[in-house]
């Protein structure tokens, strides 16, 4: 088994982190756990500090996003195995850890594994198994919505994880430059995938590492600054990282779907994801510029991309999609 450091991201997580450190302590060491606590105000550093006093806390002093906070604390993991990442309000099955870590070990091509969150509210629910693209542009959760017994009881080949639960080898993590911090949250995670499938990286779910997830606890889902941010990071995403020959042969679809989707913000009066947009337009040409260095580090051809990109997913689908998760996360909060 190769050194993992888990790495959590606390922003006000009350007593909700420590409900996570509980369970992910008693089958992982608590000094290979590092909490990066994004200035919050809310005294769960101290709670944390007393309850788990092993567990290592970094303090910032500024809400610096999802992004950034791994980076730094990335930067400072001293070991060359995984670190993995896992949202505070997730509450891991026993040997999680090593579930998520074990198939690193055996694979050195292997840069990333992914493990299966389930809703608290129904944990026979998948939330995430990974991350699955398609042909608009679109990046869902894998398997989302689907029965937990439904999933293969052995490793899967997946496009990338989903950073609430994932193990990335710090060797894959580092060579593709950690997360865009630009992103603050949300589909920095996707971008992350896009990245490592680029430089030839590959991917695996990991059945066994199984944890229970309160859904979008920490910013509301679908609020506005969800929304907002989903809508300005799926654009950043695409311009920074779809390859050209993809983009030629999907544009009508990828701007169809945005074209929809903008229509529905202005029929819905969504504003955020209308802002969200704009902010995407006006940051732009820095994700161009980085597009190009990304690109020219590319050690694959789209050929190898596009075999893991899935049909378009219909607007009809989405709002299934989005009303079920919003049902289940309201169910997990009551």
């Known amino acids: ?58 303090p910032l002093r500024n809400n610096t ?12 993991i001293r070991h060359d195995g995984a670190i993995v990442t896992l949202n505070p309000d997730t509450v891991p099955a026993p040997g999680f850890v090593d579930a998520l870590v074990a198939p690193l070990a055996d694979n050195p091509g292997l840069g990333s594994t992914a493990g299966t969150l389930v809703f608290t509210s129904n944990p026979s629910v998948v939330a995430s198994a990974g991350i699955r693209v398609h042909r608009n542009g679109v990046a869902l959760d894998a398997h989302l919505g689907e029965s937990l017994d439904s999933l293969a009881t052995e490793a899967q080949p997946i496009f990338g994880p989903s950073g609430g639960a994932a193990a990335y080898r710090l060797a894959a993590f580092r060579e593709a430059g950690g997360f865009c911090e630009a992103f603050f949250l949300y589909l920095e995670d996707v971008d992350l995938a896009w990245r490592l499938r680029l430089l030839g990286w590959e991917s695996l779910a990991a059945p066994g590492a199984i944890a229970q997830h309160d859904y979008s606890s920490s910013s509301v889902e679908g ?15 695409l311009a920074r990282c779809l390859p050209e020959e993809i983009w030629l042969r999907d544009r009508a679809s990828i701007l169809m779907f945005d074209l929809l989707a903008a229509g529905h913000g202005t029929v819905m009066r969504d504003r955020a994801s209308l802002q969200g947009r704009v902010a995407a337009l006006a940051g732009l040409p820095m994700r161009l510029r980085e597009r190009t260095a990304i690109h ?20 009809r689908k989405l709002l299934r999609l989005r009303k079920m998760t919003s049902a289940l996360a309201q169910s997990s909060t009551r």
């Open 296 to 315: 020219a580090r590319s050690s694959v051809d789209s050929c190898d991309i596009d075999r893991w990109i899935a049909p378009a997913v219909s607007p």
């Open 65 to 76: 996003g999802f992004a950034r906070a791994v980076n730094i604390a990335a930067s400072r």
């Open 223 to 237: 609020s506005p600054f969800k929304r907002r941010l989903l809508a300005r990071n799926r654009i950043w995403t």
């Open 1 to 58: 088994m190769i050194p993992a450091t888990v790495v959590i991201v606390n922003y006000n997580g009350g007593q909700t982190i420590l409900r996570c450190l509980q369970a992910l302590t008693e089958s992982h060491p608590a000094d290979r756990i590092v909490v990066v606590d994004n200035a919050s105000i809310d005294g769960s550093s101290r709670l944390i500090r007393d309850a788990f006093p092993s567990v290592s806390i970094l």
